[in-house]
């Protein structure tokens, strides 16, 4: 095995002009560790926040962008996957822009041969989050009226496939005509832009003056009070994302009399106290993917695209995942 590897190193916190691929030592893993030969990385909005050094108070320069990895397990120890058998990763501590991650077993999932590890990188992180906002927090059941923010991006638009395949009904929202266009190809029974100042309004139209049952919320900010206010009697929020990093306000007496609940949650820290439920998740996920269920948007990107990468997600001119491929 060689000792050098290739990983995105930053040379300052700043524009994605900072993020350069250099030579670094190989990884060591650690007890209870599994080492895995990356193929393909799943690019998200939390790795421009790497980027920018806001992704944590105490972030050190030093800290790699890339939170999901495929590939194949070059070494693991006793009860974990046999060398050769790809895995999708959760990179929780960072490190995914890399040739080369050493993970706990917790964060590994296995991942079937038939399915590509482009796919699976677009459906780790997008899908195993959409699962647990809609199954484990959401509690969707058929009928119910699910709002979802920021429907054209990878969460909302898996998310949306997931309520329709629960017997709910998609109410999406997004930043423009053409990104609703996308949530309506994936589901969307109606579709809104994310106007906070009629939001709540146009939801209760669209669902008889009841409200949505469910919210799945991957913005927060100024979408929060609104999307509260249109939320139905013994409704479940659920904060699955914080794209607007900014905080939304509640005055939580309302919560009461109307028997509602928030919710939120990262799915590392799940994995962290129940390691098979991840699992669990994903394997959900990838068979709803076989039977033509939930369908990505995927974009394909080589390493050196990683800057314009980043560009176009803090832009949010992209639509659906962006995956690199190291093997192209």
Same mark, same amino acid.
């Given at each position: 095995?060689?000792?050098?590897?290739?990983?995105?190193?930053?040379?300052?916190?700043?524009?994605?002009?900072?993020?350069?691929?250099?030579?670094?030592?190989?990884?060591?893993?650690?007890?209870?560790?599994?080492?895995?030969?990356?193929?393909?990385?799943?690019?998200?909005?939390?790795?421009?926040?790497?980027?920018?050094?806001?992704?944590?108070?105490?972030?050190?320069?030093?800290?790699?962008?890339?939170?999901?990895?495929?590939?194949?397990?070059?070494?693991?120890?006793?009860?974990?996957?046999?060398?050769?058998?790809?895995?999708?990763?959760?990179?929780?501590?960072?490190?995914?822009?890399?040739?080369?991650?050493?993970?706990?077993?917790?964060?590994?999932?296995?991942?079937?041969?038939?399915?590509?590890?482009?796919?699976?990188?677009?459906?780790?992180?997008?899908?195993?989050?959409?699962?647990?906002?809609?199954?484990?927090?959401?509690?969707?059941?058929?009928?119910?009226?699910?709002?979802?923010?920021?429907?054209?991006?990878?969460?909302?638009?898996?998310?949306?496939?997931?309520?329709?395949?629960?017997?709910?009904?998609?109410?999406?929202?997004?930043?423009?005509?053409?990104?609703?266009?996308?949530?309506?190809?994936?589901?969307?029974?109606?579709?809104?832009?994310?106007?906070?100042?009629?939001?709540?309004?146009?939801?209760?139209?669209?669902?008889?003056?009841?409200?949505?049952?469910?919210?799945?919320?991957?913005?927060?900010?100024?979408?929060?009070?609104?999307?509260?206010?249109?939320?139905?009697?013994?409704?479940?929020?659920?904060?699955?994302? $914080? *794209?607007?990093?900014?905080?939304?306000? &509640?005055?939580? +007496? /309302? @919560?009461?009399?109307?028997?509602? =609940? #928030?919710? !939120?949650?990262?799915?590392?820290?799940?994995?962290?106290?129940?390691?098979?439920?991840?699992? $669990? *998740?994903?394997?959900?996920?990838?068979? &709803?993917?076989? +039977? /033509? @269920?939930?369908?990505?948007?995927? =974009? #394909?990107? !080589?390493?050196?695209?990683?800057?314009?990468?980043?560009?176009?997600?803090?832009?949010?001119?992209?639509?659906?995942?962006?995956?690199?491929? &190291?093997?192209?």
């Amino acid at each position: 095995m060689p000792a050098m590897h290739q990983a995105v190193a930053l040379s300052a916190f700043g524009p994605p002009e900072v993020l350069h691929w250099v030579k670094q030592p190989v990884p060591e893993p650690g007890p209870g560790e599994a080492l895995v030969a990356v193929e393909a990385i799943g690019v998200n909005f939390a790795d421009t926040m790497v980027r920018r050094g806001e992704y944590r108070r105490d972030q050190p320069l030093s800290f790699t962008p890339g939170f999901e990895v495929v590939g194949r397990v070059l070494e693991a120890p006793d009860g974990g996957p046999a060398p050769g058998t790809r895995v999708a990763v959760f990179t929780d501590d960072g490190g995914g822009y890399a040739e080369t991650v050493a993970e706990p077993l917790r964060r590994v999932c296995t991942v079937p041969d038939d399915v590509p590890a482009t796919v699976a990188a677009t459906l780790l992180v997008s899908g195993v989050t959409a699962w647990y906002a809609v199954h484990r927090f959401g509690q969707v059941q058929p009928g119910e009226a699910v709002l979802v923010h920021a429907a054209a991006g990878s969460l909302g638009a898996t998310s949306i496939q997931l309520v329709r395949a629960a017997g709910g009904r998609p109410i999406a929202t997004a930043s423009t005509a053409a990104k609703l266009e996308v949530a309506r190809r994936h589901g969307a029974e109606v579709s809104l832009l994310s106007e906070p100042e009629t939001l709540a309004d146009r939801v209760r139209q669209a669902t008889g003056g009841q409200g949505a049952d469910v919210v799945v919320d991957g913005v927060g900010g100024p979408l929060f009070a609104p999307s509260m206010r249109a939320l139905a009697f013994g409704g479940r929020y659920v904060i699955a994302g $914080a *794209a607007a990093q900014q905080p939304g306000t &509640l005055d939580t +007496r /309302g @919560l009461m009399p109307r028997t509602q =609940t #928030i919710a !939120g949650f990262v799915v590392a820290r799940v994995a962290a106290r129940d390691p098979a439920e991840p699992q $669990a *998740a994903f394997d959900a996920v990838l068979d &709803l993917h076989r +039977r /033509g @269920l939930l369908v990505p948007d995927v =974009t #394909i990107i !080589g390493r050196d695209d990683l800057v314009a990468a980043h560009h176009s997600i803090e832009g949010r001119r992209h639509v659906g995942k962006l995956v690199v491929d &190291l093997r192209a």
